[in-house]
Nanobody, 124 residues
Framework: QVQLVESGGGLVQAGGSLRLSCAAS????????MGWFRQAPGKEREFVAA????????VYADSVKGRFTISRDNAKNTVYLQMNSLKPEDTAVYYC?????????????????WGQGTQVTVSS
């Protein structure tokens, strides 16, 4: 079972930026799509972004397009989420997950090996 650990969350003012990291154990990281999901207070967990195993294909939720960028460095077994122009509604616990295949999707059911989450709080 792949182990994932998120980091980089914190408190930031609206309009600011944060970069989240997700470090994976083992040497099979590069064979799978990776995704980011989030859960805000009073909300259901929702899809944020995903990236193919080679990094050539990315998909984003409409709410974050143009503001967030997902990337990966397979040599470091790490996936990133660069978050710019943050809004208070981006406040949530952000989770990293490994896909079940190489192709990225927007469905939680296509991901497994979830991390523990990292808190992102955006103030007005």
């Amino acid at each position: 079972q792949v182990q994932l650990v998120e980091s980089g969350g914190g408190l930031v003012q609206a309009g600011g930026s944060l970069r989240l990291s997700c470090a994976a154990s083992g040497r099979t990281f590069s064979s799978y799509a990776m995704g980011w999901f989030r859960q805000a207070p009073g909300k259901e967990r929702e899809f944020v972004a995903a990236i193919s195993w080679r990094g050539g294909t990315t998909v984003y939720a409409d709410s974050v397009k143009g503001r967030f960028t997902i990337s990966r460095d397979n040599a470091k077994n790490t996936v990133y989420l660069q978050m710019n122009s943050l809004k208070p509604e981006d406040t949530a616990v952000y989770y990293c997950a490994r896909g079940r295949a190489a192709v990225p999707t927007k469905s939680m059911t296509d991901f497994t090996s979830w991390g523990q989450g990292t808190q992102v709080t955006v103030s007005s």
